[in-house]
Nanobody, 125 residues
Framework: QLQLVESGGGLVQPGGSLRLSCAAS????????IGWFRQAPGKEREGVSC????????NYADSVKGRFTISRDNAKNTVYLQMNSLKPEDTAVYYC??????????????????WGQGTQVTVSS
């Protein structure tokens, strides 16, 4: 059974850093595009970053470019989201998602079929 589990969320001050992890079980991450999404209270879910299957090409939302970095550790079957220079507006529940049918460059839209349960990130002083 395909399963994704996020971890690494928490409370951090503005300007701080967090690293989120998305651990996969039941499938091999390298054969899937993986996306990170977030949803703040009262707002729609938005795509943050993604990493393409096989090639490892990455894509970022404009709001996080230069601050967030997505990476994949195939040996650990885990995808990471390194978040630096965090801002209060980054506060949200962060979800990772997987899709095996996405080829080429990954997308930040509603194209993913498997989702994790989410991890809360709060940026506040």
């Amino acid at each position: 059974q395909l399963q994704l589990v996020e971890s690494g969320g928490g409370l951090v001050q503005p300007g701080g850093s967090l690293r989120l992890s998305c651990a996969a079980s039941g499938f091999t991450l390298d054969y899937y595009a993986i996306g990170w999404f977030r949803q703040a209270p009262g707002k729609e879910r938005e795509g943050v970053s993604c990493i393409s299957r096989a090639s490892g090409s990455t894509n970022y939302a404009d709001s996080v470019k230069g601050r967030f970095t997505i990476s994949r550790d195939n040996a650990k079957n885990t995808v990471y989201l390194q978040m630096n220079s965090l801002k209060p507006e980054d506060t949200a529940v962060y979800y990772c998602a997987a899709e095996g049918a996405l080829i080429g460059l990954c997308v930040l839209g509603p194209a993913y079929s498997a989702w994790g349960q989410g991890t809360q990130v709060t940026v506040s002083s």
